[in-house]
């Protein structure tokens, strides 16, 4: 079946460091895949997708390409920021319509002053 | 974007009981609905997708007596667990989709969660 790993938080970063979250996957086919954000208190938002290999997502700062030779799709910023801090989970669909999704455990990114 | 929100955010209760956790997208038709289940540390994991006027879809191992999900209308879903027991605490989420012409439609938005406590 289909799975989604992600790195174990908490990730504990200054303001403008560089952020990496690694996501890696196993799926049939050719999945579709997403990164959600969820900021204390809210519902999960989608942050950013890419529905095909070499695709990058970008959104707020944030990139991500889908890299099917190494079934990754690792979620990059810049310079992070305070405003960032949240819970980052990765996931994929089997298709492009984000009908059912598979979701990795979550990761906390706590970023300091 | 859209909205979805879920009432209660938190609620406790005695084993035995039943509790109902209301979903509904505020600014938008949700012609499906999904219901998930988190325990910490852990991923969340689909229970049921729900379709407007139609039966849940449970996936496998979800007990379908236990948690009644019923999607009345296009802006509110409910899940119902029955006779709730200790095992069944959790942190319960619900997102609703609209399939549209637009792609940008083609997503799920989610609530914020509601937190169950079987005492």
């Known amino acids: 079946g289909n799975s989604v790993t992600q790195m174990e938080g908490p990730v504990t970063l200054s303001e403008e460091a560089f952020l990496t979250i690694n996501c890696t996957y196993t799926?049939?086919?050719?999945?579709?895949l997403f990164w959600y954000v969820q900021y204390p208190g809210e519902g999960l938002q989608l942050l950013l997708k890419?529905?095909?290999?070499?695709d990058k997502g970008s959104n707020k700062g944030f990139e991500a390409t889908y890299r099917k030779e190494t079934t990754s799709f690792h979620l990059e910023k810049g310079s992070v920021q305070v405003s960032d801090s949240a819970v980052y989970f990765c996931?994929?669909?089997?298709?492009?319509?984000?009908?059912?999704?598979?979701f990795g455990t979550g990761t906390r990114l706590q970023v300091t002053l | 974007g859209a909205v979805v929100s879920q009432h209660p955010s938190r609620v406790i209760c005695k084993s035995g009981t039943s509790v109902k956790i209301e979903c509904r997208s505020l600014?938008?038709?949700?012609?499906?609905m999904f219901w998930y289940r988190q325990f910490p540390k852990q991923s969340l994991m689909l229970m049921a997708t729900?379709?407007?006027?139609?039966?849940?879809?449970?996936e496998q191992g979800v007990e379908k007596d236990k948690f009644l999900i019923n999607h009345a209308s296009l802006t509110l879903s409910t899940l119902t667990v029955t006779s709730a027991h200790p095992e069944d605490s959790s942190f319960y989420i619900c997102?609703?989709?609209?399939?549209?012409?637009?792609?940008?439609?083609?997503?799920?938005?989610f609530g914020p969660g509601t937190r169950l406590t079987v005492l």
């Open positions: 600014d938008f038709q949700a012609t499906t």
């Open positions: 996931a994929l669909s089997e298709d492009g319509t984000a009908s059912k999704l598979t």
């Open positions: 799926a049939t086919g050719y999945p579709s």
């Open positions: 729900s379709n407007e006027g139609s039966k849940a879809t449970y």
């Open positions: 997102s609703a989709r609209v399939v549209g012409g637009l792609a940008t439609y083609n997503e799920q938005f």
């Open positions: 890419a529905t095909k290999a070499d």
